[in-house]
């Protein structure tokens, strides 16, 4: 029995090997591991892709929302608080609790799991000093929404970008909308990394000067240290993997696309008959499917079995952050965020890369429909 994987990163290494070798090896000869050409031009090169004015290479995505909420000044105050969805990877909360605030925790949209703009812009009070959308499973949240209510309430927002490398609404990149925005390239993005890696992106010089200060130990000088900061950069062995795959990402977006498509079609009689849940596109998105999530009853007994058949799904994510150990003094109750509970203990994400074959998306939903029989 084959195992399909839920994302084969050998299938990714296997394209952009020979074009990386050489460039490693230099790294390597020159021993110019920290900083150097391949950073600074990766900076560059993922700016301009996105159309951010400012692209600050760090060590990994929960680094990036740290420093992107700190470089905003978010954190400063005692009391400061930042608005944020349940659904999400604890890692968004973990990097507002770092940056010294307190997450306020909302529920998502029952189609799309992204943040409810209107419960976010309802939880704005005199201590928010922050929102922070999570663009995810491959498509932006409705960050337009949001603006009118930051801007009265004077509060930046602040994007989780990591899932969504490539994504756009409207025609406008994710990680440009707010005033910063933090992602990830750990590697099984779909632009990854052959380890962590992280990056801060804004259209301000201020804040990204301020987010590379931060990076780097509280310092723009060696051994001058004007703030507080991190140790916290992205390095030249990274920086040459996301060059070279950055160059394909959109042709590998578009496989995505294009197997997300092919399932769609696969399982529509079993979406039809009330069986599963297909995934909802936001109308405006272009959506690069990181993750294809459907929803199905008894959810646990049918990851099971998957795994059994040798089907490498997975969930994303199985607790909500209120509902996490580590939480717990958020005094959020089960029952809080409804939608985000429910969509806990129903949601299954099937395999899904560039790389995906037709033959082996048959399998997966061939075994998908053993599972829930």
């Avoid at 001058?224 to 795959?245: E, F, P, T, Y």
């Avoid at 039809?272 to 959810?299: C, F, K, M, Q």
């Avoid at 717990?328 to 899904?352: C, K, N, Q, T």
């Amino acid at each position: 029995m084959t195992h399909i994987p839920l994302v084969d990163l050998p299938a990714q290494h296997r394209e952009v090997a020979a074009e990386i070798e050489p460039e490693l090896a230099d790294v390597m000869a020159t021993g110019a591991f920290i900083g150097g050409k391949p950073v600074s031009l990766f900076e560059q090169e993922y700016a301009a892709f996105l159309g951010a004015g400012h692209c600050v290479g760090v060590g990994n995505g929960t680094d990036a929302l740290e420093i992107a909420l700190r470089a905003l000044d978010v954190g400063r105050g005692a009391c400061d608080e930042v608005i944020l969805p349940a659904n999400t990877f604890i890692a968004t909360a973990e990097a507002v609790v770092r940056a010294g605030a307190r997450p306020v925790l909302v529920d998502v949209d029952p189609a799309t799991y992204l943040i409810d703009t209107a419960a976010a812009a309802a939880a704005i009070g005199p201590r928010t000093r922050a929102l922070l959308p999570v663009h995810l499973y491959g498509q932006v949240a409705p960050v337009e929404e949001l603006l009118p209510a930051a801007g009265a309430a004077g509060v930046p927002i602040v994007e989780d970008a990591a899932q969504v490398q490539g994504a756009t609404r409207h025609g406008r990149h994710a990680g440009t909308f707010g005033a910063a925005a933090g992602t990830s390239f750990y590697p099984g993005k779909n632009l990854g990394a052959y380890g962590d890696a992280g990056a801060v992106l804004t259209m301000s010089a201020e804040v990204a000067a301020a987010a590379r200060t931060i990076g780097s130990h509280g310092s723009d000088r060696k051994y001058i240290h004007s703030r507080l900061g991190v140790n916290s950069r992205l390095d030249a062995v990274q920086a040459v993997v996301l060059r070279a795959k950055l160059t394909r990402l959109a042709g590998w977006n578009a496989a995505r696309a294009d197997a997300a498509a092919r399932y769609d079609g696969l399982l529509a009689d079993l979406a039809a008959d009330g069986v599963i849940t297909l995934p909802t596109v936001l109308a405006g998105n272009t959506h690069v499917w990181h993750l294809y999530v459907i929803e199905v009853s008894d959810r646990d007994a049918v990851l099971e079995r998957l795994h059994g058949a040798g089907i490498g799904a997975g969930i994303h994510y199985p607790i909500p952050v209120h509902l996490q150990e580590a939480f717990a003094d958020l005094g959020y109750a089960r029952g809080a965020f409804p939608v985000s509970e429910r969509s806990a203990d129903r949601i299954l994400s099937l395999p899904l890369f560039p790389q995906i074959t037709v033959d082996q998306q048959s399998r997966v939903v061939d075994e998908l429909r053993r599972a829930l029989r």
